[in-house]
């Protein structure tokens, strides 16, 4: 199993930016695909962005393509999310989730295919 801890969260302005960090317990983070959701207050959660497990291939879902970059440092079983050039759109609760663990180091799951979450950090954009 993998723990996992969010943060950075935040106010911030429209047009700003804040990096989110997902701390992962553990001592196999490097097995473990890595994705970000989100969900608004009254709507369905949405799948943001993931990185295989290896770092070599991302998602990034359209509506934050050029805007959010995933990342994760292995050494430091965390995954990170850039968020720039915020829009009050992109308010919601923000969680980190991995997948149960996958030999294939390319391999980056559906939305579906994520079974640990982390407790969610709240980013909130005025306009």
């Known amino acids: 199993q993998v723990q996992l801890v969010e943060s950075g969260g935040g106010l911030v302005q429209a047009g700003g930016s804040l990096r989110l960090s997902c701390a992962a317990s553990?001592?196999?983070?490097?097995?473990?695909?890595m994705g970000w959701f989100r969900q608004a207050p009254g709507k369905e959660r949405e799948f943001v962005a993931a990185?295989?497990?290896?770092?070599?291939?991302?998602y990034h879902t359209d509506s934050v393509k050029g805007r959010f970059t995933i990342s994760r440092d292995n050494a430091k079983n965390t995954v990170y999310l850039q968020m720039n050039s915020l829009k009050p759109e992109d308010t919601a609760v923000y969680y980190c989730?991995?997948?149960?663990?996958?030999?294939?180091?390319?391999?980056?799951?559906?939305?579906?295919?994520?079974?640990?979450w982390g407790q969610g950090t709240q980013v909130t954009v005025s306009s």
């Open positions: 989730a991995a997948d149960r663990g996958t030999a294939f180091i390319n391999y980056v799951p559906p939305s579906s295919g994520y079974v640990y």
């Open positions: 553990g001592r196999t983070f490097s097995s473990y695909a």
């Open positions: 990185m295989s497990r290896g770092g070599g291939n991302t």
